[in-house]
């Protein structure tokens, strides 16, 4: 069990669109989310924790209004960047949790390539 | 803050030999991670150490915690080409964050 799903898996877009992330916990109820964005052969960076219901929380130096985060439903968080520019090319991994001090499972990536 | 760091960040190794790479981080917790990840992919779990001593290990890897020391090593025993991947430890903090390390990019060569 503990199977992560991200959709899509690789997007390509023009700049100035926005692009919508899936997140899924397949196969069990995550109370909490997070969003991580790699730069290449860079680390990956926590963005932002989002919590079943409630407004995520955003790291440090990270535009809430521009990373848009949904955590509705125990299964299912959205990242959404709008008005996607080029610096924003990245690949973006999710991971959930059952909850505080469980385990994080990552999900597979996205990769996004803003013309 | 909570800061990790690894070293070496990168490794280039004969097949057969051994080496380590080291995690050190900067304030207590309860939990430390290490992944692998293969270009393009993302990460596969590898070990959680959760106390001091710990110790695990899983084919020719090998992971250990020292809370006191607030290090961390991963130790590849006869490497193999087939373990050339980027190799990241992560430490949770107090408020459930998971921050990472800048990664070991770990290149074997036959």
């Known amino acids: 069990g503990a199977v992560v799903s991200q959709h899509p898996s690789w997007v390509i877009c023009k700049s100035g669109t926005s692009v919508k992330i899936e997140c899924r916990s397949l196969d069990f109820q995550a109370t909490t989310m997070f969003w991580y964005r790699q730069f290449p052969k860079q680390s990956l960076m926590l963005m932002a924790t989002s919590n079943e219901g409630s407004k995520a929380t955003y790291e440090q130096g990270v535009e809430k209004d521009k990373f848009l985060i949904n955590h509705a439903s125990l299964t299912l968080s959205t990242l959404t960047v709008t008005s996607a520019h080029p610096e924003d090319s990245s690949f973006y991994i999710c991971s959930a949790s059952r909850g505080p001090q469980e385990t994080q499972y990552f999900g597979p990536g996205t990769r996004l390539l803003v013309l | 803050e909570l800061k990790v760091e690894q070293n070496p960040l990168f490794l280039s190794m004969q097949e057969g030999k051994n080496y380590t790479i080291y995690c050190n981080y900067s304030t207590t917790s309860d939990r430390l991670y290490w992944y692998r990840q293969d270009p393009g992919k993302s990460l596969e779990s590898l070990f959680v150490l959760l106390s001091n001593g710990a110790v695990k290990q899983e084919g020719r890897l090998m992971a250990s915690l020292d809370t006191k020391a607030r290090l961390s090593t991963l130790h590849i025993t006869a490497a193999v080409h087939d373990l050339s991947a980027t190799y990241f430890c992560?430490?949770?903090?107090?408020?459930?964050?998971?921050?990472f390390g800048k990664g070991t990019r770990l290149h074997i060569l036959p």
């Open positions: 992560a430490v949770a903090g107090r408020d459930d964050k998971i921050i």
